[in-house]
T-cell receptor, first 110, second 114 residues
Framework: NAGVTQTPKFRILKIGQSMTLQCAQDMNHNYMYWYRQDPGMGLKLIYY???????DKGEVPNGYNVSRSTTEDFPLRLELAAPSQTSVYFC?????????FGQGTRLTVV | AQTVTQSQPEMSVQEAETVTLSCTYD???????LFWYKQPPSRQMILVIRQEAYKQQNATENRFSVNFQKAAKSFSLKISDSQLGDAAMYFC???????????FGKGTRLHILP
């Protein structure tokens, strides 16, 4: 099992560009999450999903969109990137108690 | 809404000594889950320990143990015999069984002094 795989690991975007952060898990987990971690801060929940076809907003959803068409994949879409979206993004999945995390995507918007 | 508070942004401990990291949370629920995650410089999030709120017994994993005080809504992490490899950011987290959100505190950066 690869666990939770995030791509890309690093990306630089220009203001106003769009991109999709990919997240895939091969553990057949129902629950998936997207977080952002700003420097020196904790993780803020952006969106989460309790199963294919179901998504819900977290603490900081503005500027982002998600979809969950399959159990394995949970992509995060940034439309019209802004400098405030410069952060490290983590995807996580869960089947029972604790969440398992990907290695993160460092995104810089310039 | 649930919140998680870690009041110690940074802590230092001498190698081989014991250190306790604090975490408090706010919730109106009676059943929930609490976690401590470790984030070393590699950025990987690693589960250290978990506690189910319905269990009165404090969880233990080798050198890591918790002091879970449900009435006080407190969930501290004790690291015994600190090792250089314990240096990391430590995050306290709360999961509600009602809406499945996992909420994190701001973290405590732990330094291990040789």
């Amino acid at each position: 099992n690869a666990g939770v795989t995030q791509t890309p690991k690093f990306r630089i975007l220009k203001i106003g560009q769009s991109m999709t952060l990919q997240c895939a898990q091969d553990m057949n987990h129902n629950y998936m999450y997207w977080y952002r971690q700003d420097p020196g801060m904790g993780l803020k929940l952006i969106y989460y999903s309790v199963g294919a076809g179901i998504t819900d907003k977290g603490e900081v959803p503005n500027g982002y969109n998600v979809s969950r068409s399959t159990t394995e994949d949970f992509p995060l879409r940034l439309e019209l990137a802004a400098p405030s979206q410069t952060s490290v993004y983590f995807c996580a999945s869960r089947i029972r108690t604790e969440a398992f995390f990907g290695q993160g995507t460092r995104l810089t918007v310039v | 809404a649930q919140t998680v508070t870690q009041s110690q942004p940074e802590m230092s401990v001498q190698e081989a000594e014991t250190v306790t990291l604090s975490c408090t949370y706010d919730t109106s629920e009676s059943d929930y889950y609490l976690f401590w995650y470790k984030q070393p410089p590699s950025r990987q999030m690693i589960l250290v320990i978990r506690q189910e709120a319905y269990k009165q017994q404090n969880a233990t994993e080798n050198r890591f143990s918790v002091n879970f005080q449900k009435a006080a809504k407190s969930f501290s992490l004790k690291i015994s015999d600190s090792q250089l490899g314990d240096a990391a950011m430590y995050f306290c987290a709360y999961r509600s069984p009602r809406d499945d959100k996992i909420i994190f505190g701001k973290g405590t950066r732990l330094h291990i002094l040789p």
